[in-house]
């Protein structure tokens, strides 16, 4: 049996989101697979089958935001509840979904309601712990942007010494190149005295004939 054609998006016994006129969008999987994108859809928690459009239809990865919007039990959500808890443990196999689908047609309503309360406390659990995770990150950026910031500023300060340092080393290069010229203008100085002192010398030896 062909899993999936060419130009499908999704699988044969794929978990979905499916949209039904005016009902919010609702865990089923597909069915089968027929021309033109048209899926057959089974709706969880219910006896009911229809055939939709590919535009109908969404991922199951889209389940953050398809159930954001309960934040409590109600007569009108308790359905969807149960529905989604039903999808939350089905497999993608034949096999599977047709437990599930013995099950929601043998499940008391002792039971139904037990899994609609798990379910909705499983829903905030994972809202808050999605919150959590979102916060955490927000967290470790401003930490790496800080981190990045200081960085910065240690480079800038490091750049600022290494600069003051070439500084001070080329002064004290020009200081040793005057040193140098200061040196051998003495020492050429010395030399001129030392000469003109040695003419006078002669002289006085020749004049008073030493």
């Known amino acids: 049996m062909e899993k999936k054609d060419s ?26 697979i027929k021309k033109n994108n048209i899926y057959e859809i089974y709706f969880f928690g219910e006896d ?16 953050d935001e398809l159930t954001k919007n309960i934040t409590e039990i109600t007569e009108e959500n308790k359905n969807l509840l149960f529905a989604i808890s039903i999808a939350l ?13 013995n099950y929601v047609r043998n499940c008391s309503q002792k039971e139904k309601e037990k899994k609609i309360k798990e ?16 916060k955490e990150k927000i967290k470790d950026k401003e930490n790496n ?8 500023k240690d480079n800038k300060e490091f750049i600022g ?13 020009k200081l040793e190149e005057i040193v140098s010229q200061k040196e051998i203008i003495i020492k050429k100085c010395c030399m001129e005295i030392y000469e003109s002192s040695e003419k006078i010398k002669k002289k006085i030896k020749i004049k008073f004939k030493i």
């Open 89 to 101: 443990n089905a497999g993608e196999t034949e096999m599977n979904i047709l437990e599930h689908k």
């Open 145 to 152: 942007k800080n981190n990045d910031i200081e960085e910065k």
């Open 7 to 32: 130009k499908s998006n999704f699988s044969l016994f794929e978990v979905v989101w499916a949209k039904l006129g005016d009902f919010p969008y609702w865990p089923g999987w597909i069915g089968s």
């Open 119 to 134: 379910c909705f406390e499983f829903l905030n659990y994972n809202r808050e712990e999605k919150i959590k995770e979102r």
């Open 48 to 63: 009911t089958k229809i055939d939709l459009e590919q535009k109908l239809i969404l991922k199951w990865a889209n389940f």
């Open 161 to 173: 010494v290494k600069k003051k340092r070439e500084e001070l080393l080329l002064n004290q290069n």
